[in-house]
């Protein structure tokens, strides 16, 4: 009894430190890029995604956010009911999560958020000619790979969190490729699945300097009858760079959470 009272204890911390800088990056003003200027390119020619970025939606001069309809929370905050090709078993899977509150979400047990899913805390690419690298902020501070040198998949990597990533250019836009994925990630808070069958594909643009547009197609035959996409868009944050995160799972002094 003690842990089920744990985990949803700390899953509403989790859900409190979301909230309070969702809250607080909603309202950043912050520097802005002015509109308009050239995207960087890398000297072989391509777009430079380098750079660290507000989450989608979170940058100044951003769309408000209503009624606490982020990214986070939903992944398919703007897409209608019936755009989202759910399968009656995960139609199920998602009415348990949230009869549960979401109380067993991996993020809120500080486990990794897994390929796609953002939070509200910013996160930084590192583009080199062989290799793009993406560091998060938020969650466990995590990281993931994308080869862009013309490997294939490994086919050793199997039931991961963030699954194996290889690139490709195609014209100004970068095409991630990622398979090799578990079944214990959520897509977002409300509990959109992803199961070990998904294979995820994420189109990078970036039309201006001050902002990098992602197209995320989500192709799990596990979960939903057909691909389905998502569009997000996330603002440059000049100056900016990403701090250290701590996240602490099952801490057995609550004491100072709970009182006495």
């Known amino acids: ?13 989790m859900l409190l430190a979301l909230a309070g800088a969702a809250a607080a990056q909603g309202r950043d003003d912050g520097p802005q890029v ?6 960087p390119h890398t000297a072989d020619g391509h777009i430079d995604f380098s750079g660290v ?19 986070a929370r939903n992944i ?23 009869a549960t509150n979401s109380k067993d979400d991996p993020e809120g047990l500080c486990l990794p958020m897994g390929t796609p899913r953002k939070d509200p805390y910013p996160w930084k690419i590192v583009q080199t000619p062989q290799l793009l690298l993406i560091l998060y902020e938020g969650n466990v501070h995590s990281y993931r790979q994308v080869f862009l040198d013309g490997r294939p998949h490994d086919p050793d990597v199997i039931e991961t969190w963030w699954g194996d990533s290889i690139g490709h250019w195609d014209g100004d836009a970068l095409v ?5 994925f578990n ?29 990098v547009n992602l197209e995320i197609t989500i192709d799990d035959p ?34 100072h959470l709970v009182g006495k």
């Open 76 to 98: 398919a905050r703007d897409l209608k009911p019936g755009d989202i090709p759910l399968l009656p078993s995960a139609v199920e899977l998602m009415r348990q999560r949230a």
């Open 53 to 71: 970025y507000h989450a989608p939606g979170y940058g100044p001069g951003d769309p408000p956010i209503q009624n606490g309809n982020t990214i």
């Open 183 to 211: 079944d214990r990630a959520w897509l977002d808070l409300v509990g959109h699945p992803r199961t070990s069958k998904a294979h995820i594909t994420e189109r990078f643009t970036r039309p201006e300097l001050g902002r």
């Open 222 to 255: 596990g979960a939903y009858s057909r691909p389905w996409k998502v569009f997000e868009s996330a603002q440059l944050a000049p100056g900016w760079e990403i701090s250290e995160y701590i996240c602490n799972e099952n801490n057995r002094d609550v004491n």
């Open 34 to 39: 002015p509109k308009g200027l050239p995207a």
């Open 1 to 13: 009894m003690f842990r089920v009272f744990l985990r949803v204890l700390i899953a509403l911390a």
């Open 176 to 180: 991630v490729d990622t398979v090799g």
